[in-house]
Nanobody, 122 residues
Framework: QGRLVESGGGLVQAGASLNLSCAAS????????VAWFRQAPGKEREFVAT????????HYADSVKGRFTVSREDAKAQAYLQMTSLKPEDTAVYYC???????????????WGQGTQVTVSA
C-alpha cells in the first residue's frame, strides 16, 4: 500500500508564505493524480488543489486561486503546495492525497496522508 507523508506546516503571520511537501512511498507515484485538501476545526474537509498525472493540468479552489501553486516531482515521488499571501482563514490541517483520476471529490481519493497543521495568525 502507498503511504503519503506531509511536511512543512507551521505557524506564520498573515501575508507570509509556506511550502508544504508530500513524500510518497508508492513506487508507482507517477501514475496517480495528486490533490491537496484541508480541514479547519469544526468544518468539513475541503478541496484545495489538484495536479494531474504528468503535471499537465492543475485545478484550484476559488479561495486559493492566484495564491497557491501545486506541483509534483515524480522522480522523487514528491508533490508540493506553495502557499503565499496566507490568510487566517487558511488555518487548517492540510492533507495530501492520491487518486486514479484527477479529482476535487474526496470520495474518489485512494490514499490520504496524515496531515500537517498550518496556522495563520492575524
Amino acid at each position: 500500500q502507498g503511504r503519503l507523508v506531509e511536511s512543512g506546516g507551521g505557524l506564520v503571520q498573515a501575508g507570509a508564505s509556506l511550502n508544504l511537501s508530500c513524500a510518497a512511498s508508492e513506487r508507482f507515484f507517477s501514475i496517480y493524480a495528486v490533490a491537496w485538501f484541508r480541514q479547519a476545526p469544526g468544518k468539513e474537509r475541503e478541496f484545495v488543489a489538484t495536479i494531474s498525472r504528468g503535471g499537465v493540468n492543475t485545478h484550484y479552489a476559488d479561495s486559493v486561486k492566484g495564491r497557491f501553486t501545486v506541483s509534483r516531482e515524480d522522480a522523487k515521488a514528491q508533490a508540493y503546495l506553495q502557499m503565499t499571501s496566507l490568510k487566517p482563514e487558511d488555518t487548517a490541517v492540510y492533507y495530501c492525497a492520491t487518486s486514479s483520476v484527477t479529482t476535487s471529490d474526496s470520495r474518489r481519493i485512494n490514499f490520504w496522508g496524515q496531515g500537517t497543521q498550518v496556522t495563520v495568525s492575524a
